[in-house]
Structure formats: C-alpha cells, structure tokens
C-alpha cells in the first residue's frame, strides 16, 4: 500500500498528540460533605480544574487517536499495490524533422510491453497500446516532418508516467533524440531538472541535413526576392561542399519560387518531391503599416501589407497579431507553401539581415531545413539526471478515488459514535 498525500497522516498525529494533552487536564466534581452553613451557600454545580499525571479516560483516549488517525490515513488517499520491483520506462522519441532511422531503433531496443511511449515533433503525444513492431512505422518521412519541442515532449511524459505507475515500483524517464538547438527553448532544462528522478539521454545519428536548390520562376532579374534567393543558394552550395568533405550526404531538395498563383503543373511537381512556394506580390507598390512577422526563429518588423491565405494548412509563419502569414500543405511526397507577406518594391527590406533569415524559413524545402546543428554536449548534459529512477508513487493521481478511503471514514464514523456510549458509562466523577 502507498499513500499519494502522505502529509495527512503528520496532520492526523499532531491532532492526536493535542487530544492527548486536553486528557491530561481534568475536571472533577470535589467530594460531597454535609456542613452546617451549607444552608448559605447558593446553589450549583462544583467542579475543579487540575492535571493529571497520565492521561485521563484511557478507553475515550484511544477511541479519539484511532478515529483521527484514520481519517488521516483515509485523506491521505491509500492505494493498494501488487508486490513489483520492475521499473517501468517512459521512452520519449524524437520524430521531427532532425532525427534519423536510427531513433526508431534505438526505441524498439528499450521499449517492452508496460512501457510509457511519447512521440514528439512540434508538438507531442502519448501513444496507448503501442507495440514494438510498429515503432518504426511511427516515424513519418523525414521531408515533411516540422521542427521538434522537447519541451512539449517532458509535458506529455508526465501523463506516460501516470499510465505506468501504477503497475511499476519505479519510473525511468529515456529521451531519444539527435537534440538539435531547434528542438531546446527556456523551459526544457527546467522540466528536465523537475523530473523526480534518473533521466537517460539516448542520441542517435540525426537525419541528413536537407538543403535546398532554390530557383525564381518567371521573375526578372529585379525581383525584390532575387538578392535573398542568390544569398541562400550560396551559403547552401557551401555548406553542401563542407559536408561532402566529411563524407556526409547532403541530399538537395528543389524549392521553386513563383510569384503569381500556383497552377495544376506546380501542384504535378509538388507530388514528386518539388517544394513549391507561392509567393504573389501585393497589389501596391509600397507596404502598409510597419507590422511584425514571425517564422521559427525570426521576427521582421517592417513595412509589410497581408496578402491572402488558404484556409487549409500548417502554419509556418505569424503575424503579431498571432493571424496566419504563411501556411504549408502536403501534396504527395512534396508540398506547396503560400507566403501571405507583401513586401514593399520601393526601400531596402529585403537587404536587412532579419528579412534573410525570415526568408531562409519561408523558402526551406518541405518541413523546414533538416536538419539544425546539433546541441553542443554541454547542453545536451542538462537533459540527463543521475540517480536511482523515480518512485512510481511521485506519478499517480490524486483525481482517481482510493478503493480503501471509503472504509476508513466509515470505521472512523463508528468511533466516533461508540464514544458517545462510553461517555455514558463512565463514572460520573470525571469528565
């Protein structure tokens, strides 16, 4: 039996130890004697306070600790275990855009039927009745998979403990991932540090950095757009010859630029693997008002006017206001992402170095660039925590009713009644 509020037993007991010390203070009717002038005395009760050496009463005594004590066992909500020394695992793994096969297998390794399973990208899950074989068939392909939130992960972990606990002695929290520095925010090494116990870190090969050959198609050489597409085809041709140096793959991925609606051959070409962005110019020459625009890890402040949107699709770009500024939809093993941003023909916005690296989102291949550089082992260290696992009792919870909490109240109730006959039966000299 393991009790989730424990603290309601040491309330129970300084309750008793105060019933205990109100028994040591007496009161007593002093002898009868028949004396003369008694005729004058007005008349009444009279009774003496005094302290005893030891407790008073000692059948109401014990009959008042029980019943406290046991309501302090029933609110500190008892639950009953089987006997079990296994310790369960709450296996984490990274499905985003940045972790390789590999992830996959080294879940399948650690895995085993009792386990907790949490997947995770953008946002996590908790995944109920998984079975090992179909570990692998939960990763999605790695070209449309968004950026991961290990964060969001440790949250949904939580919930995988709870699930558990109940069947387990101790829970052990493994985090599979690559931890790449898209996948870490502020609040990552805290979740981490709040976890009550052994936290394991698994890294495993991440995926193949994708990078993108991007082209403008239809557009003059003035294109407003041009400068930025030139920037990122050659710092992508160079990182793409640093890691063929390494003997690393650098699979290209094509990214076509149009600036006017997307037609049926686009959406053809998108069905093979193409990323097709649609990205119209606005009908004004200048900007509207300054307003701010957010992708990834990128915010543009300037004079920007909002172009229509689809109604369909994952958000990959905000405005300010938390409104949609670009969306992305799969098509087939590709997509087509429209860019609702209007950026002025007139001043030098698309020389700032915040609209480059705005651009770099908006014109990444499918699902973002795969993948980001990995964490350094400093950071990757504050995911880890050393230790025995945590106790199981840590996870459950308090929302589900205690089969024995019912029977305790119920026995205390029927103490506290068979204190009232007592109370009866006891001499009448003490009180």
């Given at each position: 039996m393991t009790f989730l509020?424990?603290?309601?037993?040491?309330?129970?007991?300084?309750?008793?130890?105060?019933?205990?010390?109100?028994?040591?203070?007496?009161?007593?009717?002093?002898?009868v004697m028949l004396l003369p002038t008694a005729r004058f005395v007005p008349g009444g009760e009279a009774r003496a306070a005094a302290r005893a050496a030891r407790p008073t009463d000692l059948l109401l005594l014990l009959l008042r600790i029980a019943a406290l004590m046991m309501l302090g066992i029933a609110f500190a909500h008892p639950m009953?275990?089987?006997?079990?020394?296994?310790?369960?695992?709450v296996v984490v793994l990274d499905r985003s855009r940045s972790a390789g096969p590999a992830a996959a297998d080294s879940a399948h390794a650690i895995w085993r039927v009792g386990d907790g399973l949490v997947v995770f990208d953008s946002a996590a899950r908790v995944v109920r009745g998984a079975a090992s074989d179909s570990l692998r068939a939960i990763m999605p392909a790695t070209a449309i998979a968004p950026r991961g939130s290990l964060s969001a992960a440790l949250v949904a972990a939580r919930y995988a403990a709870r699930d558990v606990a109940p069947h387990a002695d101790s829970v052990e929290l493994v985090i599979i991932s690559p931890v790449t520095d898209d996948e870490l925010d502020a609040a990552t090494a805290a979740l981490v540090t709040g976890w009550p116990g052994r936290v394991r870190l698994i890294r495993p090969a991440a995926a193949s950095r994708q990078l993108a050959q991007i082209s403008l198609i239809d557009a003059d050489a003035n294109d407003d757009l041009a400068p930025a597409i030139d920037a990122l085809n050659t710092e992508s041709a160079a990182r793409r010859e640093r890691e063929n140096s390494a003997g690393l793959?650098?699979?290209?991925?094509?990214?076509?630029?149009?600036r006017a609606s997307a037609s049926p051959a686009d959406s053809a070409l998108a069905r093979t693997g193409v990323t097709i962005v649609e990205w119209r110019r606005p009908d004004a020459a200048a900007g509207g008002p300054a307003d701010g625009v957010w992708a990834g890890r990128t915010t543009l402040v300037a004079p920007l006017s909002r172009l229509a949107l689809p109604t369909q699709g994952r958000v990959v770009a905000r405005w300010s206001d938390g409104m949609s500024a670009a969306v992305e939809s799969p098509i087939g093993t590709g997509c087509v992402r429209t860019v609702g941003i209007g950026v002025p023909i007139a001043g030098d916005v698309t020389l700032q170095p915040a609209f480059q690296s705005l651009a770099a989102e908006l014109l990444a291949p499918c699902g973002g660039e795969v993948a980001a550089d990995a964490a350094s082992g400093a950071v990757a260290a504050t995911l880890t925590r050393s230790g025995a696992p945590a106790p199981a009792a840590a996870f459950e919870d308090l929302s589900i009713p205690s089969p024995v909490a019912p029977w305790l109240i119920g026995a205390s109730l029927l103490l506290l009644l068979s204190e009232w006959s007592v109370r009866r039966a006891r001499p009448e000299a003490s009180e």
């Open positions: 509020a424990p603290w309601w037993i040491g309330v129970a007991a300084i309750a008793a130890l105060g019933v205990t010390m109100l028994h040591l203070i007496t009161t007593r009717r002093p002898p009953i275990r089987g006997r079990t020394t296994t310790t369960a695992h793959a650098a699979p290209n991925r094509e990214v076509r630029v149009i």
